[in-house]
């Protein structure tokens, strides 16, 4: 167990924020997953988007209505601390094979483990990354994400010119196929699942299917 400091909590809308944690020894690899703790023992799962080179872990966080952790966390101060598990997870955005090309699906905070290893291997580009929220302003670092040369906005709440309008899934047809493209998937279940599918219906193998749910959307 680590206790860390809080260096900065940074909201993007009212319900959305990035949460900085000093690193203190914490090593870690892009897509690890890391449990964070409010008061007591309620813990919840968070992904790391920092890169492994920064020195702050930084967490991507929507503050669920009610939510016991989201909540508790969305109210710290820099200087707070927060009691933090070691890295864990298996979810390993562009290293499930050596020399494999990548895809990456996100929605919303979904997005968090794409940034970590972009940040860490700012050489290694996707082939296409995809990125659905509900409205511009949800966007997490869109200027860094948009300088993938194929990197598709979907708003499904939210119409604007350069962006498409629609959830993420109507982007499907961008998707390349091939046996050397690994696709990794993460965020809203219903997002992944329908994905799966539609990759393992045109003839991609299971195992080059990676996906990481956050979230339920019955919940
Ligand atoms: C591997 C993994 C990685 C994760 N990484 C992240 C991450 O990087 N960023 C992030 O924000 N979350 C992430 N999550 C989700 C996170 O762990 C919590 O589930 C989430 O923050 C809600 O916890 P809570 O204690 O605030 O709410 P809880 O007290 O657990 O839930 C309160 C209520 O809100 C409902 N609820 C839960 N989620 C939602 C939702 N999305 N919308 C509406 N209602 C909801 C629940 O059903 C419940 O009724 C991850 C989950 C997993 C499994």
Known sequence: MNTLTVH???????????????????????????????NGTEWRPYSIAAG??????????????????????????????????????WFRPGRAVAGARSVFIATGTGIA????????????????????????????????????ENFYLALSQEEINDHFYGRVTGLLDQIPLADDIHYYLCGLDTMIDETSSWLENHGVAYTQIHREIFFYEDE
């Open 8 to 38: 900065k909590v940074i909201f993007r809308t009212d319900e959305l924020f990035e949460l900085q944690l000093e690193r203190g020894t914490v090593q870690f690899e892009p897509g690890a997953c890391v449990a964070l703790f409010s």
């Open 52 to 89: 492994t080179g920064e020195g702050i872990l930084r967490f991507l966080i929507r503050r669920v209505p009610d939510g016991k952790v989201s909540h508790w966390l969305a109210q710290r101060k820099p200087g707070d601390k927060v009691q933090a598990s070691a890295p864990f997870g």
């Open 113 to 148: 483990p794409f940034l970590s290893y972009l940040r860490s291997n700012p050489q290694q580009v996707p082939e296409l990354c995809l990125y659905g929220v509900r409205r511009q302003a949800e966007a997490f670092n869109l200027e860094e994400l948009q300088r993938i």
